[in-house]
């Protein structure tokens, strides 16, 4: 005799799907937040600290989304909005390394930016297609795959940015691509606060 309803094991079956993908993502995060902020630190680039902040921000959603997975409609809720403010924290800490760089102007080493943005969107990208899937299930998922998406559009942008500086011997095209980064962040942070509110006020 079957140790649990029909329905039962099918809600464990699709939350343990859901549990074995973010563990994935949470892993490859981590490890691409230790290579790219100290690739970040080395080359000197904001844009590609942006990336390292944005890997770290992703392995703390992840960790959060883990936790909630089997939790109800409210605490994933919570966590979203929570995973909204690291978004915009992520966001403000980039944009005062951009004040800080245009006060001490430096030019990144271009070679290390494009190499491991392009390692970054390698990786970034076998995330996103782990968690295409789920990107539709719930609050809590969706909030993660917003995370997921963003990094495929930092690792890019990093990428051009690395082409700008070894195009002009400048260091503005990081600067620059940071700022369009911070506002991405804002804009995506905006996003998943409003969607968190709606399920609060929904559940409330």
């Known amino acids: 005799m079957s140790g649990c309803c029909n329905d039962d094991c099918s809600i464990e079956a ?5 549990r074995g993908t973010l563990k994935l993502v949470l892993g490859i995060n981590a490890v691409m ?3 790219i902020i100290a690739a970040a630190l080395y080359s000197g680039s904001t844009a590609l600290l942006a990336d390292s902040f944005d890997n770290l921000g992703d392995a703390l959603t992840y960790g959060l989304s883990l ?3 089997s939790r109800g409609a409210t605490a994933k809720a919570r966590v979203a909005l929570f995973k909204g403010g690291l978004i915009f924290l992520a966001a403000c800490v980039v944009a005062a390394q951009i004040v800080y760089r245009i006060v001490v102007p430096s030019i990144p080493v271009f070679e290390v930016m494009g190499v491991f943005s392009l390692l970054g969107l390698a990786a970034n990208s076998l995330c996103l297609y782990l968690l295409w899937r789920h990107r539709n299930e ?5 909030s993660v795959w917003e995370c997921s998406r963003n990094d495929i559009a930092s690792n890019i942008s990093v990428f051009v940015a690395a082409g700008g500086v070894w195009l002009t011997g400048s260091g503005w095209p990081d600067i620059l691509v940071a700022a369009g980064l911070v506002w991405f962040l804002m804009r995506s942070a905006f996003r998943v606060i ?3 509110m709606v399920e ?3 559940a409330a």
Do not use: G, K, P, W
């Not at 699709?14 to 859901?18: H, S």
């Not at 719930?138 to 969706?142: G, P, Q, T």
């Open 138 to 142: 719930d609050v809590n998922m969706s």
């Open 194 to 196: 409003t969607s968190a």
């Open 14 to 18: 699709f939350r343990e799907r859901q």
């Open 33 to 35: 937040f230790l290579v």
């Open 200 to 202: 609060l006020r929904a």
């Open 67 to 69: 936790y909630v997975v």
